[in-house]
């Protein structure tokens, strides 16, 4: 009994993700093929330099038209999939809380998570403002205010992950979701970081 309606919110939890990622990624690209295939290219090197190249690649392609080859709009994007990614499994995660059958041990790891993973969305969010003022003037004091509410995001997503009991099946899938946000977040300041040292 116990068993099914736990297997019933897996169900919910993972077409709710599904609904929320199909959502994030309709803005397809209508450019001519030799230049996307460049500006991917581009996307595909940047992201060597990460530590999750193929989680990198795989979430910033199809944003490719938008960020060409500018090493500033990959930073911009990479944070923006990354909060997209957050905010969705945050409305997810709320939901399930909330959900009949859930254990109250499970409810309490959700809710604290939930926490951090909020306070990571508005680092995120304020990271996000903050891309769009750079110029060169504060450039230097701009960067370090963004990797240093990178950083924050990616700790608060860390501790949330670490949370997470590891033996439930509710658990285990979405400790997996949010390590997949903390890994984006590490990629996210990867390309900040390399955007920064250009004029460094
Ligand atoms: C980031 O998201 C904002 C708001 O949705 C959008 O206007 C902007 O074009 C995006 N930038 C990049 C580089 O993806």
């Excluded at 944070?79 to 945050?90: C, D, H, Q, W």
């Excluded at 701009?142 to 658990?171: H, P, R």
Aim: one cysteine or more; hydrophobic letters at 40%.
């Amino acid at each position: 009994m116990e068993g099914s309606s736990s297997n019933h919110m897996l169900k919910y939890f993972l077409i709710l993700l599904a609904i929320f990622s199909y959502l994030n990624s309709s803005s397809a690209s209508r450019h001519c093929p030799s230049k996307i295939a460049a500006d991917r290219r581009f996307i595909k090197t940047s992201c060597s330099s990460t530590t999750y190249p193929t989680l990198c690649y795989k979430s910033l392609a199809r944003h490719a038209s938008l960020i060409q080859t500018s090493p500033k709009l990959l930073a911009h994007a990479s944070l923006n999939v990354t909060l997209a990614m957050a905010k969705s499994t945050s409305a997810v995660m709320l939901k399930m809380s909330k959900s009949p059958g859930m254990k109250p041990r499970e409810v309490d790891a959700m809710q604290d998570c939930l926490e951090e993973l909020s306070d990571s969305v508005d680092e995120l969010r304020k990271s996000i403002g903050e891309m769009g003022l750079i110029k060169a003037s504060n450039f230097e004091l701009t960067m370090s205010d963004i990797q240093t509410w990178v950083s924050a995001a990616l700790t608060d997503e860390t501790t949330c992950s670490d949370g997470f009991e590891k033996n439930t099946v509710n658990g285990k899938v979405v400790r997996a979701q949010i390590v997949k946000i903390a890994h984006m977040t590490s990629n996210a300041l990867a390309l900040i970081n390399s955007y920064a040292s250009l004029r460094g």
